[in-house]
């Protein structure tokens, strides 16, 4: 079975904190940064709204890419957000 990788930006609910990671399973990490089930950055800066994310077929493309994005500047990472979601929305709801 193929899988899918996310690599994905998260905030808060002013869109003070950005949060870049990893995952295979999009749903079930935003779901439990959301709640708070994880100790760490999100939890600890109340990281909740995914506003970005891409898939990826390869899990070295994914690394490389939130390496890419991890490394840029915060005005790089605006940008992604506000060309894939203007309003700062969060996505969570269309998983």
């Known amino acids: 079975m193929e899988k899918d990788y996310y690599v994905y930006i998260m905030t808060n609910k002013n869109n003070t904190v950005l949060y870049t990671g990893i995952t295979n399973d999009l749903k079930k ?3 439990e940064d959301k709640e708070k089930l994880v100790e ?8 909740r709204k ?5 898939i990826f ?3 070295r493309s994914a690394i490389l890419r939130e ?3 991890k490394s840029g500047s915060r005005a790089k990472k605006i ?3 506000k060309n894939m ?3 700062w929305n969060d996505l969570y709801s269309e998983l």
């Open 79 to 81: 940008e992604l957000v």
């Open 50 to 54: 995914l506003v970005y994310y891409e």
């Open 67 to 69: 390496k890419q994005i």
């Open 85 to 87: 979601n203007s309003e």
């Open 29 to 31: 990490r935003i779901y």
């Open 57 to 59: 077929k390869d899990v």
């Open 40 to 47: 760490g950055f999100t939890k600890r800066y109340n990281i």
